[in-house]
């Protein structure tokens, strides 16, 4: 970053299956009051707002940066949309940390969220796309094939995707913001109904609905808030085309460039043991041990090796997704972001009862579209 | 370089598409209440909110300030015209009604903001600064939408 940024402020609302009680912009209120609140300010504070949602279909709503512009208190301000499907609320994020970083906006409030329950985000994405042959897929469909390439090429056992998924929701049973809470075993994920070989139903996210804001702010305003800011260390996001010749899905080459990009901008040189924490982006089980190795914490094809000795659980080498991660919760524009805000508790060390111990660096990941948007925040404790 | 055949098309080529899917969206309890009122009491509320007066229809927050809530208040059924759009060839299906009618914003009495919504009759008198009164679904046939109010209609 040009100038210094940081995460002063954080808000989120306890994310559910269906939130009948409240409209789109009530539900965003919820979050961006208690980001508010949790920082210390009021609208008045606020330079100007940047909103990210997953793609308007899903809800419906056409242009939610319309209809949210007055409960978001964007009156004589500038608001900006973002897009970049799933990995939008951790490009967000970034895009209101690059706004703080350009000198001319010294707070940013940035929101993302999602209210599943007012469509159908599976077969939203699945529309009829003209000159193609269209695949109503679904996420879970689309990605599928991945995963069982990457079984494929690295021999992982079968198992291990029930274990991520057993993993992340004993994690999630600590996070009172937590979708999904209830207990489950790796038998019950290995008998529940497959769905897209090899992902089962219980390793699989669900439908949530949600919302997460932040607030940013330069080093002067971060300095003089009431809390302990998160430092964004580094930040970046990269694109990788859907027919680069080459391509591979299983490992893009954008999400391993990204996550150079930011380690080598935040001088990371070991990222297995220089980062206590990493929330990643996990919709399906399987892609936990795929970005372990995209994001360089494990070797090609041994990702699924952490998963099997138990090194990415709470207590142990590397926590991944303490929060029970996007297989417990899944409010799809505000996913990204609960990966970058929850990345940044941690460093704030106030993840209540999903705390880590002793978190210095926290990796937030997410990504989009058919695995082509990579974004990643590296949070740290000190500037 | 090796060259290859032109493709044979050469004039312009589309493909139709329909991109149509069902939605479901929670009113929440400001907009929520408006329907109700509109709906089980042939009542228009209002909400005063934070320096922008008595809104119809209400909304959760202020849109000058952001602030969240706000007094309830009647408002009267009947109001001031202040801007019309006349639709003379309505579209099938797409438009409120097949007959000629006009879009207009409604000012109504003990209102601050104008209401959007339609004028089927008596076009030919209907300009800005018409006097106009709310007409109603029949019991039983309001749902709770903002056509629970069938139409304005210009009043003498």
Same mark, same amino acid.
């Not at chain 1, 940024?5 to 808000?11: C, P």
């Not at chain 2, 003379?88 to 919504?117: M, N, Q, W, Y």
């Given at each position: 970053m040009k100038r210094p940024?940081?995460?002063? +402020?954080? +808000?989120q609302t306890h994310h559910t299956s269906k939130r009948a009680d409240v409209n789109v912009a009530e539900m965003v209120r919820e979050a961006v009051d208690r980001a508010l609140l949790d920082a210390g300010l009021e609208h008045d504070d606020i330079d100007a707002i940047v909103l990210g949602k997953a793609p308007d279909p899903l809800e419906g709503i056409m242009q939610p940066e319309q209809y949210l512009a007055g409960a978001l208190g964007a009156h004589l301000k500038p608001i900006i949309r973002v897009h970049t499907a799933g990995s939008v609320g951790c490009t967000t994020a970034l895009t209101a940390a690059t706004h703080v970083a350009s000198g001319l906006y010294g707070r940013i409030l940035t929101i993302a969220f999602e209210k599943q329950s007012e469509g159908n985000a599976m077969w939203a994405l699945s529309p009829n796309y003209a000159f193609t042959q269209p695949m109503v897929a679904g996420a879970g469909g689309f990605f599928a094939p991945y995963c069982r390439a990457y079984i494929a090429r690295s021999g992982a056992p079968g198992h291990i995707g029930a274990v991520v998924a057993a993993n992340a929701r004993e994690n999630a049973g600590r996070n009172e913001y937590a979708h999904l809470r209830d207990p489950m075993t790796v038998e019950e994920a290995l008998n529940s109904m497959m769905l897209w070989e090899p992902i089962r139903f219980l390793e699989t996210c669900p439908s949530s609905d949600g919302a997460i804001a932040l607030v940013m702010a330069n080093e002067d305003h971060a300095r003089r808030g009431p809390r302990k800011p998160a430092w964004l260390k580094a930040g970046a996001t990269f694109t990788e085309p859907m027919y680069v010749p080459g391509r591979d899905q299983v490992s893009p080459l954008a999400g391993r460039t990204c996550a150079k990009w930011v380690y080598d901008k935040a001088g990371i040189r070991d990222p297995w043991n220089e980062i206590q924490v990493a929330e990643i982006y996990v919709p399906f089980s399987w892609y936990e041990p795929m970005w372990l190795e995209n994001l360089g914490f494990a070797p090609l094809n041994e990702g699924w090796k952490v998963v099997d000795r138990g090194d990415q659980k709470m207590g142990r080498h590397l926590p991944i997704n303490p929060s029970g991660g996007v297989l417990n919760t899944n409010p799809i524009g505000a996913s990204g972001m609960l990966r970058f805000g929850e990345a940044a508790l941690q460093v704030m060390g106030r993840a209540g009862e999903h705390q880590v111990g002793g978190v210095k660096t926290a990796l937030g990941h997410a990504y989009g579209g058919g695995a082509q948007y990579f974004s990643i925040g590296i949070l740290a404790a000190e500037l | 370089m090796k060259t290859f055949p032109k493709p044979a098309t050469i004039e312009p080529m589309s493909q139709r598409m329909n991109v149509e899917f069902p939605y479901k969206r929670s009113t929440g309890e400001v907009v929520g209440r408006f329907l109700a009122g509109l709906r089980d009491q042939k009542k228009i509320w209002g909400l005063r909110v934070s320096r922008q007066g008595v809104v119809v229809p209400p909304q959760s927050y202020s849109e000058v300030d952001a602030k969240a809530g706000g007094e309830w208040v009647e408002v009267a059924e009947t109001g001031v015209v202040t801007a019309v759009a006349e639709v003379?060839?309505?579209?099938? +299906?797409?438009?409120?009604?097949?007959?000629?009618?006009?879009?207009?914003?409604?000012?109504?009495?003990?209102?601050?903001?104008?209401?959007?919504?339609v004028v089927l009759d008596r076009l030919d008198r209907l300009r800005v600064g018409s006097r106009v009164r709310a007409t109603w679904a029949p019991d039983g046939e309001r749902r709770g939408t903002i056509r629970d109010i069938e139409a304005f209609e210009i009043v003498d």
């Open positions: 940024v940081a995460v002063v +402020g954080v +808000g | 003379t060839r309505p579209i099938e +299906g797409l438009h409120p009604s097949s007959e000629p009618f006009a879009f207009v914003l409604v000012k109504l009495d003990g209102a601050d903001t104008a209401l959007a919504h």
